[in-house]
């Protein structure tokens, strides 16, 4: 069986391995368990942890609330320092405005409930209830 990887001077990366080299997950178990459970998008379909990455690829990353597009620049095996990381992958513009709509959303809704000062009392959480079962 012919590895079409050696052919092309690129090393063949597992997908779990490269999102822990690209520190975009703190351990590689962590890594593994994103893929595994779907949150992770290689190409736009879901992916095993065993997937071998390439470089032109797309991915879709869950970051706190928001989803990163990026697009796998360069592939390594190794984990490198920040500033090295820096080229591995391009986040698409698509994804930046996207993420950019909905922080600023997500600042908007917090004037829009606030939060209490105190906890509701018995007379005012009763009164809540009732409002809420109509």
């Not at 592939?75 to 909905?102: C, H, L, P, W």
Request: glycine share 4%.
């Amino acid at each position: 069986m012919k590895n079409t990887h050696s052919e092309q001077n690129t090393p063949s990366v597992r997908l779990d391995k490269w999102l822990w080299a690209a520190r975009l997950f703190k351990t590689r178990a962590i890594a593994r368990d994103a893929v595994q459970s779907g949150k992770i998008q290689y190409n736009g379909q879901r992916a095993k942890p065993s997937r071998n990455v390439e470089a032109g690829a797309t991915l879709k990353v869950p970051a706190g609330f928001d989803i990163k597009e990026l697009v796998i620049n360069e592939v390594f095996d190794k984990r490198r320092s920040a500033s090295q990381v820096v080229g591995m992958y391009t986040e698409t513009e698509a994804s930046i405005a996207t993420r950019e709509r909905n922080a600023q959303a997500r600042k908007l809704s917090v004037f829009h409930s606030p939060r209490p000062d105190s906890k509701p009392d018995k007379k005012q959480r009763r009164k809540i209830i009732s409002l809420k079962h109509q």
